[in-house]
């Protein structure tokens, strides 16, 4: 037996899987996917006594996409995203940046709320979260409450969701029609978490001067997060060289990378600018 | 609520038959089908998620079987290398990888073979890119891949041909 033992549940309502969330403070883990939860109790690097399966939850796996905002539900799975063809039109950049996750296999199980719950740092939709202003819609004993995408993430592997609490759903606001965006990461090889990543959009007006703009990274940060520096580099301005090169050093140096034992920080800094503008040049043909 | 780290008995359709097994929660489905049910074409490697050995078919998706639970798989229908052709010969797939010498050692080939069937199947006019994209998520260290993506792309007008009806469909999908 690869994995460590533990008792199993696999309640039929999101409110059934609350109170076995509260019943077992600490030793209880949600399961959905478990696409990130299995390989990390295969290492031993989690030990839960207990699992709670989503999967017979089916509140938890839709996409509706509304007059102001798309609500994505906990348990739509990657592949569910790729394969909508009406949320490529209704959110382009986040059919793109999910193209990115992992690989084939894992996209047919994986799902939303698994990966905003484990909060890889190099993770897509957390990335795609921040940088689009979305929010969570989570669930506890008693209470729900809204958070921003944002104010979610406290670090790698780290978030404010209590232990007795499940997410139910993500929702961004809606996006416009002539909206210019790109996504870009580098990884070594096809499907591995990217050493870095940039998720960016802005609006324009009719001669091409960029408002609103967004720019998120993932990889090259301790969570994923705006660039607001870079953002204010192009804000006003034509996606020119000299706008483009300013904001791209200012990415370089508000990042906040680590060594580690797949690439120094000065690597990851140095990529997070080329991704940028890599990404900025490809906006401006959309 | 039912807890239990014992065993739980579980049902599920393995190759369009309908098995039961004894198995703890912890027991991959992997585990399951190799252990419990006996099928050892499902191979497994490295058992977290990497090398796509163990891939199998749920509900017409491919998955890796060793990150999902047996308990997952209750009441779903599971195809395995066993399921992909008839008893005697070979699926169009299959007769491809021989023809391409897309194996060699082999352990790798029941995971490229449930990959690119769900694929081609879900997708029978998919890009030499695009299988070239989806077969990333497995390893093989004896054929440099491109044998095998040379016997995929030659297998999908097979796939064409049972999706619009001009074939008599090989296989259990």
């Not at chain 2, 007769?95 to 081609?120: E, I, S, V, W, Y």
Request: with cysteine; glycine share 8%.
């Amino acid at each position: 037996m690869k994995l460590p033992a533990f008792e199993y549940a696999s309640p039929e309502t999101v409110e059934e899987a609350v109170l076995l969330l509260s019943a077992h403070p600490g030793e209880a883990k949600i399961i959905s996917g478990g696409q990130s939860l299995l390989p990390t109790m295969a290492y031993r690097l989690a030990q839960p006594r207990l699992l709670v399966d989503l999967g017979r939850i089916a509140s938890l796996a839709r996409v509706e996409i509304g007059e102001t905002e798309i609500l994505i539900g906990a348990r739509t799975r990657w592949a569910d995203i790729e394969r909508d063809p009406q949320l490529l039109q209704a959110h382009p950049l986040l059919v793109e940046a999910i193209r990115h996750v992992a690989h084939y296999q894992v996209r047919n199980r994986g799902t939303v709320g698994g990966s905003l719950a484990h909060a890889d740092p190099a993770a897509e939709l957390p990335g795609i979260a921040v940088a689009c202003d979305a929010t969570l819609r989570i669930i506890g004993p008693g209470h729900e409450r809204t958070i921003e995408a944002d104010a979610f993430f406290l670090g790698p592997l780290s978030t404010s969701l209590a232990q007795d609490e499940l997410i139910l759903s993500i929702h961004f606001p809606v996006w416009p029609k002539d909206r210019r965006w790109a996504f870009q990461e580098f990884s070594r090889r096809a499907g591995d978490f990217a050493l870095a990543g940039i998720a960016l959009f802005y609006d324009h007006d009719a001669n091409g001067r960029m408002s609103n703009v967004h720019i998120g990274a993932i990889g090259a940060c301790q969570r994923p997060r705006r660039l607001f520096q870079a953002e204010a580099a192009l804000e006003g301005r034509l996606a020119e060289d000299a706008a483009i090169e300013r904001a791209c050093q200012a990415a370089h140096d508000e990042v906040d990378p680590t060594d580690d034992i797949h690439a120094s920080a000065t690597y990851r800094r140095s990529l997070i600018a080329t991704l940028l503008r890599r990404a900025l040049r490809q906006s401006t043909g959309r | 609520m039912n807890l239990t780290q014992l065993s739980m008995k579980i049902s599920f359709y393995l190759n369009n038959q309908a098995v039961t097994a004894d198995v703890q929660p912890r027991t991959t489905l992997a585990d399951c089908i190799r252990h419990d049910l006996c099928q050892t074409g499902t191979h497994v490697g490295c058992e977290h998620g990497v090398c796509g050995s163990c891939t199998v078919i749920v509900e017409g998706d491919a998955v890796r079987s060793c990150l999902v639970l047996a308990v997952q798989a209750r009441d779903l229908h599971v195809i395995t290398v066993e399921g992909l052709s008839a008893e005697q010969g070979l699926s169009a797939l299959q007769a491809a990888f021989r023809k391409h010498h897309a194996l060699q050692c082999g352990f790798c080939t029941p995971g490229f073979l449930t990959t690119a069937h769900a694929l081609l199947t879900q997708e029978p006019e998919a890009s030499r890119e695009r299988i070239q994209e989806v077969l990333s998520g497995n390893l093989c260290r004896c054929t440099g891949y491109i044998n095998i993506i040379d016997a995929v792309c030659e297998a999908r007008a097979s796939y064409v041909a049972i999706a619009t009806g001009n074939s008599p469909a090989r296989g259990a999908q």
